[in-house]
């Protein structure tokens, strides 16, 4: 009794079985390489690649089992059946085949498993159906169990050859799935082998037409040439891939140095696509080939605009994995990749445009500073509310001014003053509903629209604001002042028609609520709109007065009153006005404080005079008179001193005359300028004493080196008993303080006597001189130095 374990063990050839191991390998090895390439996605001819690896696996099964059964001698008569010996061979391509076929056209992730046990399936059919052909001078018994292990142990390693080969994307993948096929068959033939034992008898021969074992040489040359074939066109294949997969890196490499996505695609099927595409998708690269486009672009008009519109961009909306949605720009365009037409799409994401888009509309439409609609974003609102406006409805526009804002940044600075915009802009927000609109429309000015039922509804709203900034004003901080507001209100369409008459009219209801005073609100009235437009027309000619060269200095001589000697002049400002002719300064000094022009001018004015003074051949003064607004600037002081310094005019013969009402709104903060403007040894005079609040601590407080009585106490002083005993009053007053008292509005001579005996200083009004170019006091002053060096050097 023989096993045919021993006889490979005792009497087996050892260059047969090394050559079924060759063979093995290469039927695996092809099997593998072929299989992989069929089961790419766009390979062509994908049933005649599994064909291929179906008769290389399959013929390689068959040599393998056949050579290792040449090898071994059991010393009897041996002989093999034709008609199961080439049945086996059938199976063995048919069923492996199957399995195959099945791994790789069945979509199903497991496929590769089923696959993998049906060629395990097939290995045993043409084992056991190629071992019923095998005859010998005895009989063959078989162990069952060990029959069993061979098939299990066969299909075990068939799966996992197929699975591993087929599923991974690398070379040493492929090669471990190639082994586990060789092993597969190797140790199916091995324990099926161990399964049989061979019993001689004497009685029984080799039957008829068996064909000697020596005969199967041919064929299984056959099959062996055939694997030899299908190893050489797997390494073709494989060779080519390899070259394919470089050309595709070094491609891929360059897609993904691109910041826009690049997609390859064959027939709206990604074949490829790199990284940047694969972040905008959410989706793996790896993962995207196979896929078709529809799946991100599911819009079929975009997909019908690229493919008729070839190298032109289009816009879409690309759909990501986690349902959100990206705004894109695409451009498509015809390649050849691996040597077949297909089509590149670079996708572009917008996100950033459009975020950027939004921004540039948002800033073209909102002041950036408070993030509230501009005034041009106002008017097309309220263009809008007027248009969709029904009868017997109203609409309120109500235009706001910060009272004192110019204050504010002057006093505690520019940033400070933003963020009290801010503020102001988010307080009056606050008290609005999505019906209503607030918008910054100038620098210290806010414009609300809202929708009115009566007049009175835009006054309680009007109170509500000025109520909040009062309440917010109370709670603030030291340093973050909220101004209080004055408010005018124009209703639609009780006082207007269109937007211009209304925006004009709240405008002028504005300017009617600043007559009143500060914090306060006024409705528009027709009867008195007419002065105020007037006003705002002034105020605009006023603007381009000093550009335009139309303000004038004149000059007022002043006088000690016992000598009647001119010691000094007071500058005046006139304006003539091209049209109006010459402009009272009672009509537009007031304009140019409310709208703060007097600074503009008034620096023009200081300059001007110092400018002319300084050409002087004699040294004498020259008065300026100084508003509120400038008194309270802290850059006053230093813009004095640099006019000054630009004029070259002697600090000590420049006086400025401020009025008592410009230093009570904020004393300390005069103070503190006066000061320094006194540090530069130029002298101030309280002007119009008597008509303020004629304090006399104003006189202890503030550095004053002159007092000026207003010409309302000076007229008829020497007739009228009560203002010469006012007249006396204030200057035994200078003369206690050691101030010299000037006279302002003398008229008569009797006026100048009366001032005389009562030892005032100074005087000076139309008795004296009348305002006028300074050329005309050339008597006075010498003339212009310019003149008098042209005069020596003709001289000389």
């Given at each position: 009794?023989?096993?045919?374990?021993?006889?490979?063990?005792?009497?087996?050839?050892?260059?047969?079985?090394?050559l079924?191991?060759?063979?093995?390998?290469?039927?695996?090895?092809?099997?593998?390489a072929?299989?992989?390439h069929?089961?790419?996605?766009?390979?062509?001819?994908?049933?005649?690649?599994?064909a291929?690896?179906?008769?290389a696996?399959?013929?390689?099964i068959w040599?393998?089992?056949?050579?290792?059964?040449?090898?071994?001698?059991?010393?009897?008569v041996?002989?093999?059946?034709?008609?199961?010996?080439?049945?086996?061979?059938?199976?063995?391509?048919?069923?492996?085949?199957?399995?195959?076929?099945t791994?790789?056209?069945?979509?199903?992730?497991?496929?590769?498993?089923?696959?993998?046990?049906?060629?395990?399936?097939?290995?045993?059919?043409?084992?056991?159906?190629?071992?019923?052909?095998?005859e010998?001078?005895?009989?063959?018994i078989?162990?069952?169990?060990?029959?069993?292990?061979s098939?299990?142990?066969?299909?075990?390693?068939?799966?996992?050859?197929?699975?591993?080969?087929?599923?991974?994307?690398?070379?040493?993948?492929?090669?471990?799935?190639?082994?586990?096929?060789?092993?597969?068959i190797?140790a199916?033939?091995?324990?099926g082998?161990?399964?049989?034992?061979?019993?001689?008898?004497?009685?029984?021969?080799?039957?008829?037409?068996?064909?000697?074992?020596?005969?199967?040489?041919?064929?299984?040359?056959?099959?062996?040439?055939?694997i030899?074939?299908?190893?050489?066109?797997?390494?073709?294949?494989?060779?080519?891939?390899?070259?394919?997969?470089?050309?595709?890196g070094?491609?891929?490499?360059?897609?993904?140095?691109?910041?826009?996505?690049?997609?390859?695609?064959?027939?709206?099927?990604?074949?490829?696509?790199?990284?940047?595409?694969?972040t905008?998708?959410?989706i793996?690269?790896?993962?995207l080939?196979?896929?078709?486009?529809?799946?991100?672009f599911p819009?079929?008009?975009?997909?019908r605009?690229?493919?008729?519109?070839?190298?032109?961009?289009?816009?879409?909306?690309?759909?990501?994995?986690?349902?959100?949605?990206?705004p894109?720009?695409?451009?498509?365009?015809?390649?050849?990749?691996a040597?077949?037409?297909?089509?590149?799409?670079?996708?572009?994401?917008?996100?950033?445009?459009?975020?950027?888009?939004?921004?540039?509309?948002?800033?073209?439409?909102?002041?950036?500073?408070?993030?509230?609609?501009?005034?041009?974003?106002?008017?097309?609102?309220?263009?809008?509310?007027?248009?969709?406006?029904?009868p017997?409805?109203?609409?309120?526009?109500?235009?706001?001014?910060?009272?004192?804002?110019k204050?504010?940044?002057?006093?505690?600075?520019?940033?400070?003053?933003?963020?009290?915009?801010?503020?102001?802009?988010q307080?009056i927000?606050?008290?609005?509903?999505?019906?209503?609109?607030?918008a910054?429309?100038?620098?210290?000015?806010?414009a609300?629209?809202?929708?009115?039922?009566h007049?009175?509804?835009?006054?309680?709203?009007?109170?509500?604001?000025?109520?909040?900034?009062?309440?917010?004003?109370?709670r603030a901080?030291?340093?973050?002042?909220?101004?209080?507001?004055t408010?005018?209100?124009?209703?639609?369409?009780?006082?207007?028609?269109?937007?211009?008459?209304?925006?004009?009219?709240?405008?002028?209801?504005?300017?009617?609520?600043k007559?009143e005073?500060?914090?306060?609100y006024?409705?528009?009235?027709?009867?008195?709109?007419?002065?105020?437009?007037?006003?705002?027309?002034?105020?605009?000619?006023?603007?381009?007065?000093?550009?335009?060269?139309?303000l004038?200095?004149v000059y007022?001589?002043?006088?000690?009153?016992?000598?009647?000697?001119?010691?000094?002049?007071?500058?005046?400002?006139?304006?003539?006005?091209?049209?109006?002719?010459?402009?009272?300064p009672?009509?537009?000094?007031?304009?140019?404080?409310?709208?703060g022009?007097?600074?503009?001018?008034?620096?023009?004015?200081?300059?001007?005079?110092?400018?002319?003074?300084?050409?002087?051949?004699?040294?004498?003064?020259?008065?300026?008179?100084?508003?509120?607004?400038?008194?309270?600037?802290?850059?006053?002081?230093?813009?004095?001193?640099a006019?000054?310094?630009?004029?070259?005019?002697?600090?000590?013969r420049?006086?400025?005359?401020?009025?008592?009402?410009?230093?009570?709104?904020?004393?300390?903060?005069?103070s503190?300028?006066?000061?320094?403007?006194?540090?530069l040894?130029?002298?101030?005079?309280m002007?119009?004493?008597?008509?303020?609040?004629s304090?006399?601590?104003?006189?202890?407080l503030?550095?004053?080196?002159?007092?000026?009585?207003?010409?309302?106490?000076?007229?008829?002083?020497?007739?009228?008993?009560?203002a010469?005993?006012?007249?006396?009053?204030?200057?035994?007053?200078?003369?206690?303080?050691?101030?010299?008292?000037?006279?302002?509005?003398?008229?008569?001579?009797?006026e100048?006597?009366f001032?005389?005996?009562?030892?005032?200083h100074?005087?000076?009004?139309?008795?004296?001189?009348?305002?006028?170019?300074?050329?005309?006091?050339?008597?006075?002053?010498?003339?212009?130095?310019?003149?008098?060096?042209?005069?020596?050097?003709?001289?000389?």
């Amino acid at each position: 009794m023989l096993t045919v374990i021993g006889c490979f063990i005792i009497g087996n050839d050892p260059w047969l079985v090394v050559l079924a191991a060759i063979i093995c390998t290469l039927a695996a090895s092809s099997t593998i390489a072929l299989l992989v390439h069929a089961r790419r996605p766009r390979a062509g001819w994908r049933s005649g690649w599994v064909a291929i690896a179906a008769l290389a696996g399959g013929s390689g099964i068959w040599a393998t089992h056949f050579l290792s059964m040449l090898a071994c001698d059991p010393g009897l008569v041996t002989g093999y059946t034709i008609g199961p010996t080439v049945l086996s061979l059938v199976l063995a391509v048919l069923v492996t085949g199957i399995g195959l076929g099945t791994a790789v056209f069945w979509a199903a992730r497991v496929a590769p498993l089923v696959g993998g046990g049906i060629v395990g399936l097939g290995i045993a059919a043409m084992h056991y159906t190629g071992m019923a052909g095998y005859e010998i001078a005895g009989h063959v018994i078989w162990n069952a169990p060990l029959v069993a292990v061979s098939i299990a142990v066969g299909i075990v390693f068939a799966i996992a050859a197929l699975w591993i080969g087929l599923t991974s994307t690398r070379t040493r993948g492929r090669a471990t799935g190639a082994a586990l096929l060789v092993v597969a068959i190797c140790a199916h033939h091995l324990i099926g082998m161990t399964a049989v034992t061979l019993v001689p008898d004497p009685r029984v021969s080799v039957p008829e037409g068996t064909v000697p074992a020596l005969w199967l040489a041919l064929p299984v040359g056959l099959a062996s040439l055939t694997i030899l074939l299908m190893a050489c066109t797997a390494l073709i294949l494989d060779l080519r891939d390899r070259q394919s997969a470089v050309y595709r890196g070094r491609l891929l490499s360059l897609a993904n140095a691109a910041v826009d996505g690049l997609v390859i695609c064959d027939k709206a099927v990604i074949v490829s696509a790199n990284d940047s595409f694969a972040t905008l998708t959410g989706i793996q690269a790896r993962d995207l080939t196979g896929l078709p486009l529809s799946r991100f672009f599911p819009d079929r008009d975009t997909l019908r605009g690229l493919a008729e519109r070839a190298d032109e961009p289009i816009e879409g909306n690309l759909h990501r994995t986690d349902g959100t949605v990206l705004p894109v720009e695409l451009i498509m365009r015809p390649i050849a990749y691996a040597s077949t037409p297909h089509v590149a799409l670079a996708v572009r994401d917008l996100t950033m445009r459009r975020r950027a888009e939004r921004q540039i509309q948002f800033l073209v439409s909102h002041d950036p500073l408070t993030g509230l609609p501009n005034r041009q974003a106002f008017y097309d609102r309220l263009d809008q509310h007027l248009r969709q406006a029904v009868p017997g409805e109203r609409l309120a526009l109500l235009y706001i001014d910060l009272d004192g804002f110019k204050e504010i940044n002057d006093l505690v600075g520019n940033a400070i003053g933003d963020v009290t915009l801010v503020r102001v802009g988010q307080l009056i927000a606050g008290l609005l509903d999505e019906t209503q609109m607030v918008a910054r429309v100038g620098s210290d000015e806010f414009a609300v629209v809202t929708p009115c039922a009566h007049a009175v509804t835009a006054g309680r709203l009007a109170e509500e604001i000025r109520a909040t900034l009062r309440a917010a004003s109370d709670r603030a901080p030291q340093g973050e002042p909220v101004p209080a507001a004055t408010i005018g209100i124009a209703v639609f369409p009780d006082d207007a028609r269109d937007r211009n008459d209304l925006v004009n009219a709240a405008d002028t209801a504005l300017l009617l609520a600043k007559t009143e005073g500060r914090g306060s609100y006024r409705f528009f009235e027709s009867s008195v709109g007419q002065d105020v437009r007037d006003r705002r027309i002034l105020e605009k000619h006023l603007r381009r007065a000093l550009s335009e060269n139309q303000l004038r200095l004149v000059y007022q001589p002043q006088i000690e009153t016992r000598t009647e000697a001119v010691f000094g002049f007071e500058v005046l400002l006139r304006w003539h006005h091209p049209a109006r002719g010459l402009v009272s300064p009672a009509l537009f000094i007031p304009i140019a404080e409310e709208s703060g022009l007097i600074r503009e001018i008034g620096a023009w004015v200081l300059r001007e005079a110092c400018r002319e003074a300084a050409q002087w051949v004699a040294p004498l003064t020259v008065a300026v008179n100084v508003s509120g607004l400038q008194v309270h600037d802290p850059a006053f002081a230093p813009s004095v001193k640099a006019i000054l310094a630009e004029t070259g005019l002697d600090p000590a013969r420049l006086e400025l005359e401020i009025t008592e009402t410009a230093l009570i709104r904020d004393p300390v903060r005069a103070s503190t300028n006066l000061r320094q403007l006194k540090a530069l040894g130029l002298r101030i005079a309280m002007d119009d004493f008597g008509t303020g609040y004629s304090s006399l601590s104003n006189l202890r407080l503030f550095p004053f080196d002159t007092i000026k009585i207003d010409g309302s106490f000076i007229a008829a002083v020497d007739s009228n008993p009560q203002a010469a005993a006012i007249v006396r009053s204030v200057l035994g007053l200078g003369a206690g303080l050691g101030l010299p008292v000037i006279a302002e509005g003398v008229e008569t001579a009797e006026e100048l006597a009366f001032l005389g005996a009562e030892n005032c200083h100074a005087a000076q009004g139309y008795f004296i001189g009348r305002p006028a170019p300074i050329s005309a006091f050339a008597q006075h002053t010498g003339g212009s130095r310019a003149d008098a060096h042209v005069v020596a050097t003709v001289a000389a």
